[in-house]
């Protein structure tokens, strides 16, 4: 067969249906044709009539999908039929049609993007920006120079008078002095939330320049105290809990300026940290990742491969630990998370991701058995050594709880009252709040 | 396919590892493949994950000239890469002097379109644990035996679950649990075991037809 075929079809005859699996492609030549679909929200019927000339069928045919709609004809009609073969033949010889083909598609696939977009919400959508800003920094951060460079120079063309400019400026200088990645560096959306904060005062002013490799620099870093310990058996018996202000030290970390009344003008320092090594002896520390309520580790499958030894490895042992959470198996869990940590001193870079939600998981793990000594042990360490990690709120609010158990109503409002003062505002925040206005009564 | 004549007006090359646009970039540019390999990467949890490495006569690049959105990856060159380089303006002249290129096009719209509709289809279910099983379903649509599978292997993690899913990890995390403790599926650092599609199915049709459980 060199060509389209001539078919007919009679009044109310349907071509195909919504669903079937079909190749051909049609071409109205006489008659009413009539396309009924879906609306995009499912909510409602889509009538569309077929012009005379008009291709129908095209996008399943081509893509070897199921149809979309169903095409009833409304009057006795004539129909070119092609195959897949024969319209391909068809589209060498006459450019012009399909590029009329691609520009209904391409609005076709803007109106679903459109509607994915909507349905998507605020929530998931991403600032651009600031994630064009975080790829050039991540690039940076694991040593793609060339990367980072074109990510930072991207940024700026794109984006010279942004509120991060000033950030991907220096970044970019510090890459071109051949200075590492600054690992104390802010966070972008720390910074972003700083830039926010600083209220009405900021208005008219000179772009902020919040950022400051110095500022990172070790004579900057607060000493912190780890909370020592006790040995205690059981919730009757708990060791004396240190004072709050033993508790990692969170006094520094700068107060939030109140957008209502116009805040403070001046842009809050880091928050404190725990002793640093020198910066030149780390030149590419792997950033933590970013960590939301439950545990998501993301890993390449390449971490998954298992030791020599053929015991399990940590990524693995983190899931099984998961795993067993879910099913309440508290002990397993805490076995698993134990194995873990036990490694800490021979793991990958990849790893330390992990260790990080380890330690969390296992005091999380702990608090919900009920072993409230081992829960503040771990949360207490969390805290002191992953002052910056974005689960410390729910660590330090789970610490408030602890407190709250033992009738300590100062400790636990202050802890509470420590959330509540860091950035960024999020539902942690919300929720300190709210245990505070309990404790309250 | 014979592009040799444009090289001269619309030729780019790009060194091994350069790179030749990034995620979150705008853009307005697309390219084709003549010599060499493109990986196209993306950042997902503080990792570059690759996801597709193309060839000699790959589009790449292409939804810019539709979405004028930023660029949803990185694509770096793997080796010596020369690429026919294309934009709103040469566009048409390319499409029209190049029918097999317009062609290509078409076929590759019509998929995204497909994929897209797929998409809001689980965006359109009112609930995570539907819109978790349609995920798999969808996901387990593209195996020749899709209909018949009961049982399945999804290199996936959450948090591209939640990506389907258009929620946060921590809002498809407790489905995820939940299942796991009924034993429906196992999940790994790098992949789902999903043991009952059926279920996912009669889940989803149920909730599509607006019943509840």
């Known amino acids: 067969m060199n060509g389209p075929v001539l078919r007919t079809y009679k009044a109310g005859s349907i071509i195909y249906f919504i669903e079937d699996k079909g190749t051909d492609i049609f071409v109205l030549q006489k008659g009413r044709i009539v396309l009924i679909s879906e609306s995009l929200d499912n909510h409602s019927e889509v009538r569309e009539e077929v012009s005379k000339g008009e291709f129908f069928g095209v996008k399943s045919a081509l893509g070897l999908y199921p149809r979309e709609e169903t095409s009833q004809v409304l009057t006795d009609s004539t129909v070119l039929v092609f195959n897949p073969a024969i319209f391909q033949t068809f589209c060498m010889k006459n450019s012009r049609i399909v590029l009329q083909m691609l520009k209904v598609f391409s609005g076709e696939l803007r109106k679903v993007h459109r509607k994915v977009r909507e349905l998507l919400g605020g929530a998931i959508e991403h600032d651009n920006t600031v994630d064009l800003l975080k790829t050039a920094e991540y690039f940076y951060k694991k040593n793609e120079i060339e990367h980072a460079k074109y990510a930072f120079a991207g940024y700026l063309e794109a984006y010279k008078d942004s509120q991060l400019a000033g950030r991907a400026q220096k970044m970019l200088s510090l890459i071109e002095s051949g200075h590492p990645f600054p690992i104390d560096a802010q966070e972008v959306d720390q910074e972003l939330e700083s830039i926010n904060n600083q209220g009405a005062d900021l208005v008219g002013a000179a772009a902020p320049d919040s950022f400051n490799p110095s500022d990172f620099s070790v004579d900057n870093v ?3 105290d780890v909370p020592d310990l006790g040995e205690a058996d059981g919730m009757s018996e708990l060791p004396d809990i240190p004072d709050l202000d033993a508790i990692p030290d969170l006094e520094s970390i700068p107060d939030i300026p109140d957008s209502n009344n116009g805040g403070s003008a001046s842009i809050p320092d880091m928050p404190d940290m725990p002793d640093m090594p020198d910066l030149n002896d780390i030149p ?15 890993l390449d499958a390449g971490t998954n491969v298992a030791t020599a030894s053929g015991e399990q490895t940590i990524s693995e042992l983190y899931y099984a630990g998961l795993n067993d959470f879910s099913q309440e198996s508290w002990d397993a869990a805490i076995s698993k998370y134990q194995i873990i940590l036990s490694r800490e001193t021979v793991a990958t870079e990849t790893d330390i991701p992990i260790l990080e939600k380890t330690l969390y998981e296992k005091g999380r793990t702990h608090h919900r058995k009920g072993d409230t000594v081992e829960a503040f042990e771990c949360f207490s360490k969390f805290v002191k050594k992953y002052p910056r990690s974005q689960t410390i709120k729910k660590a330090m609010i789970s610490i408030g709880e602890i407190y709250e158990k033992k009738n300590d109503k100062n400790r636990a409002m202050g802890i509470y009252t420590k959330v509540t003062q860091m950035p ?12 505070i206005e309990k404790l309250r009564g | 396919m014979q592009l040799d004549g444009l090289s001269n007006k619309f030729g780019k090359t790009f060194d091994p590892g350069k790179i030749i646009f990034c995620e979150f970039e705008p853009g307005g540019d697309f390219y084709l493949i003549q010599t060499g390999k493109v990986k196209i990467t993306k ?6 994950k690759t996801m597709d490495i193309l060839g000699p006569g790959d589009i790449f690049g292409e939804m810019a000239i539709l979405e004028e959105a930023p660029r949803s990856a990185s694509a770096t060159a793997v ?3 020369s690429t026919l380089h294309f934009n709103r303006d040469n566009f048409v002249t390319l499409m029209t002097s190049q029918p097999q290129l317009a062609f290509k096009l078409l076929t590759i719209f019509t998929k995204r379109i497909y994929d897209a509709r797929r998409r809001l289809v689980i965006l359109l279910l009112d609930d995570v644990q539907a819109k978790v099983c349609d995920v798999f379903l969808m996901l387990s649509e593209k195996e020749p035996n899709a209909k018949e599978l009961n049982e399945i292997v999804l290199n996936i ?3 591209d679950v939640g990506h389907w899913c258009g929620e946060t990890p921590d809002k498809v995390q407790p489905v995820l649990s939940h ?26 049709s149920m909730r599509r037809k607006g019943l509840h459980e």
């Open chain 1, 424 to 435: 960024p505002k999020d539902k942690e925040s919300a929720l300190a709040k709210q245990r």
């Open chain 1, 222 to 224: 607060i000493d912190m």
């Open chain 2, 79 to 81: 080796d010596s890469v």
């Open chain 2, 179 to 204: 299942w796991i403790k009924l034993g429906k599926i196992e999940l790994y650092a790098d992949r789902i075991h999903v043991f009952h599609l059926n279920d996912c199915r009669r889940i989803v």
């Open chain 1, 284 to 298: 590419n520390m792997p950033d933590l990742p970013d960590l939301p309520d439950l545990p998501d580790v993301s």
């Open chain 2, 157 to 159: 993690t959450v948090d």
């Open chain 2, 43 to 48: 950042i997902v949890k503080d990792t570059e």
